[in-house]
């Protein structure tokens, strides 16, 4: 059973940096691709960015871009992402999700990952 384990989110002021971290376990997931999606409050889960874990290729949203970085550990089974340049909109709980591989267009979608963490609570404060 896959198990997947967020944190490192927090209060930062507007133009600051986070680092989320999710710890993955319970199986090998080198035909896996990880994703951090986010949810603010009375909206829907949206995709944020993307890593497949044999290639190392990742994806971004386009309001990320440029800012966010995702990255893996692949001895630590961890997915990170690394915040910068925070603005207020980036507010929201951070998820982690893992998904069997999948073609590139398809990891925006929820439904296609059958895995997820907990949550993490990112607030950037203006």
């Known amino acids: 059973q896959v198990q997947l384990v967020e944190s490192g989110g927090g209060l930062v002021q507007a133009g600051g940096s986070l680092r989320l971290s999710c710890a993955a376990s319970g199986r090998t997931f080198s035909n896996y691709a990880m994703g951090w999606f986010r949810q603010a409050p009375g909206k829907e889960r949206e995709f944020v960015a993307a890593i497949l874990w044999n290639s190392g290729s990742a994806y971004y949203a386009a309001s990320v871009k440029g800012r966010f970085t995702i990255s893996k550990d692949n001895a630590k089974n961890t997915v990170y992402l690394q915040m910068n340049s925070l603005k207020p909109e980036d507010t929201a709980v951070y998820y982690c999700?893992?998904?069997?591989?999948?073609?590139?267009?398809?990891?925006?979608?929820?439904?296609?990952?059958?895995?997820w963490g907990q949550g993490t609570q990112v607030t950037v404060s203006s």
């Open positions: 999700g893992a998904a069997m591989m999948c073609v590139p267009d398809s990891l925006v979608v929820v439904a296609m990952y059958d895995s």
